[in-house]
């Protein structure tokens, strides 16, 4: 495999395909949307494909809902491209993937960034390979001037590893007198994860008809509503993404709170 990136498609209009997002009220649309992109293996391997094709056939999926939540209006999208669990598969599927995100990174950038996409990136650098960090550091340092989507690439990323290093990071403050374990909040959690400045999950979207979490966004999708397609990556465009967007604005949010309305 060519470490070189392949090389990168003509700059797009974020409407390229002439579809329309559905017209929500402003505040029916999730400020927040976090994505488990599964299924690539799968989608693969039914075709007679290796699993790295599937990974592959996933690249034009993400621009494409990327586009789709800018057109709908989200402000904040987290994808999961690499959990910390994900270290277990193969050393040959850990390493294209490892490859695989450094090169979309690199071939994706401009477009997003012409977008006026603002790219992040949230995880633990432990076991990371180097050049994926420098390429998201990179991405990220390009975009950061940038006002519109916020888009989180979650890559060696772990819910829980996430609260582990919150609570050493507090635990260190305590041991340094700068703060008093009793006035310890949910606020001084929230401010150590990876993103402090990103407001909670409003929908929580997993592809592939698996029903879990997968250890993604622990804290920050305590309240979210969780949408599960059974569409596999490869085959996910923005139009399952708003989809799902409309599912969520039909759901009654209630946040633990309750309404007396009985009806006749
Ligand atoms: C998601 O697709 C991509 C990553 C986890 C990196 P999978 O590779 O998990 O595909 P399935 O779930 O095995 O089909
Ligand atoms: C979650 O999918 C991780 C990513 C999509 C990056 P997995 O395919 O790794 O999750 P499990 O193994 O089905 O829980
Ligand atoms: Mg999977």
């Known amino acids: 495999m060519s470490r ?3 090389h990168a498609e003509p700059l797009r209009p974020i409407d390229w395909t002439g579809e329309q997002p559905p017209e929500l009220r402003r505040e029916l649309v999730p400020q927040h949307v976090a994505i488990v992109m599964d299924g690539n293996g799968r989608w693969a391997n039914r075709q007679g494909l290796t699993r790295v094709e599937g990974h592959r056939a996933g690249e034009a ?3 494409d809902v990327v586009a789709g939540a800018v057109q709908i209006g989200v402000q904040h999208l987290s994808v999961y491209a690499f959990s910390t669990e994900n270290w277990s598969r193969s050393p040959d599927e850990v390493r294209f993937l490892m490859g695989f995100n450094r090169e979309v990174l690199r071939r994706r950038r401009d477009q997003l960034d012409a977008w006026n996409v ?3 990136w949230a995880g633990r650098r432990p076991r990371l390979w180097r050049s994926v960090i420098s390429e998201l550091e990179e991405a990220q340092a390009r975009t950061a001037g940038n006002t519109g989507l ?4 979650c890559v060696n990323y772990g819910g829980r590893i996430e609260l582990v290093d919150a609570v050493r990071a507090l635990a260190a403050d305590v041991t340094a007198g700068r703060i008093d374990p009793a006035r310890i909040t949910e606020r ?3 401010k150590h994860l990876y993103e402090p400045d990103q407001p909670d999950v409003d929908l929580f979207v997993r592809s592939s008809g698996e029903q879990r979490t997968s250890n993604f966004m622990l804290w920050q999708s305590a309240y979210a ?4 397609l059974n569409t596999l990556w490869p085959d996910f465009r923005r139009r399952h993404l708003w989809d799902a967007i409309e599912d969520y604005a039909r759901r009654d949010r209630r946040f633990g709170g309750a309404v007396d309305a009985p009806s006749a």
């Open 118 to 120: 603002r790219i992040r």
């Open 4 to 6: 070189e990136p392949r």
């Open 150 to 153: 916020t888009l989180t690439m």
């Open 188 to 190: 001084s959690i929230a």
């Open 61 to 63: 999926s993400l621009l």
């Open 225 to 228: 509503e969780m949408v599960f």
